[in-house]
């Protein structure tokens, strides 16, 4: 029995027809009628009587619809006491986020849970996977949104919650000797000048030694922002790695000023999720913003086609 069920019968009684109520709840006739058959089948019972001048219930049927009219009512009682919660909703969230899900998941995030609890006073901390993961242990911050390559990134006292899944790509400058490719290899990167980010980011060290494997990496400089990045590669100054699931709507790309390009070395994947200590009581405005940064994560991979 659907709740939709209850509705429609409750909407014919009180409209007196089946295209009426049909009429009024935006939905086909064909489709209330069907429901309407498909409920007495299975109660079974008829719950109306039709003819020419509409459709009545029957003896059975008014005590039925009164019932589906105090489950609704109670349907009802619920929804406002959430809504109610939601309103009330009010106290601090810290958290800490690595810049790629500050570019990319957060701002939508930020959006809709502002919208819902207004009264709640957000905190957000920006900084590198390392850093971060110290402020989510220290318990400076509710909870981290950062990345990880293997299970074992941290330890066993924190609980990671996957959202999104990407990969790091190399890119380079329109003009740049290797914009042309598609796919390079670490032994064609290592010949150009690159920029990584400092090493508060766990992604310097990965970055570092992936290429050490073809040679001595010719880092120009190392940037903690990712918008100094983005300017430095987009000069043509030097190569620059970044998750492709954050660059993939970034207006540098999108508008060809910087070109992504696949690194055939590049095997492991890039999970982005929440991290919390597995011993804390997350509040329930944290709960319902993990809820929300799930929403967001479905809609991203979605709209970007993205790998879940």
Same mark, same amino acid.
């Given at each position: 029995m659907k709740l939709e069920h209850l509705k429609y019968i409750v909407e014919i009684n009180d409209s007196g027809s089946?295209?009426?109520a049909a009429e009024r709840m935006h939905?086909?006739? *064909?489709a209330v009628s069907q429901s309407v058959k498909h409920l007495e089948d299975r109660l079974k019972v008829k719950i109306f009587k039709r003819s020419r001048n509409g459709a009545q219930p029957t003896e059975v049927g008014r005590s039925i619809i009164e019932k589906a009219r105090e489950v609704l009512r109670k349907i009802d009682e619920i929804e406002s006491i959430a809504q109610v919660?939601?309103?009330m909703l009010e106290g601090n969230l810290s958290l800490v986020a690595i810049p790629s899900m500050c570019m990319s998941l957060l701002p939508k995030t930020l959006s809709a849970f502002s919208t819902r609890f207004p009264k709640v006073k957000l905190e957000v901390i920006e900084t590198g996977t390392l850093q971060a993961a110290s402020y989510v242990e220290k318990e400076i911050v509710d909870f981290g949104i950062m990345s990880r390559r293997e299970k074992t990134d941290f330890s066993d006292r924190f609980h990671f919650? *996957? #959202?999104l899944v990407g990969k790091v790509m190399a890119y380079v400058s329109r003009n740049h000797d290797l914009a042309g490719k598609t796919e390079v290899s670490i032994k064609e990167l290592i010949r150009y000048p690159l920029v990584l980010f400092n090493q508060s980011f766990r992604m310097h060290a990965f970055i570092y030694n992936l290429l050490s494997k073809a040679g001595e990496p010719r880092v120009l400089m190392t940037v903690g922002?990712?918008?100094s #990045?983005?300017?430095v590669v987009a000069e043509? #100054?030097?190569i620059g790695f970044y998750p492709n699931i954050v660059l993939k709507f970034d207006p540098f790309v999108q508008n060809g000023d910087i070109v992504a390009l696949d690194i055939m070395e590049m095997h492991k994947l890039t999970e982005f999720g929440i991290l919390y200590k597995k011993d804390s009581r997350l509040s329930l405005a944290s709960r319902e913003f993990i809820n929300e940064l799930k929403i967001q994560a479905v809609k991203m991979q979605q709209a970007f086609h993205l790998q879940s």
């Open positions: 089946i295209s009426t939905v086909s006739q *064909p919660q939601h309103a919650d *996957p #959202l922002n990712p918008e #990045l983005k300017r043509g #100054l030097a």
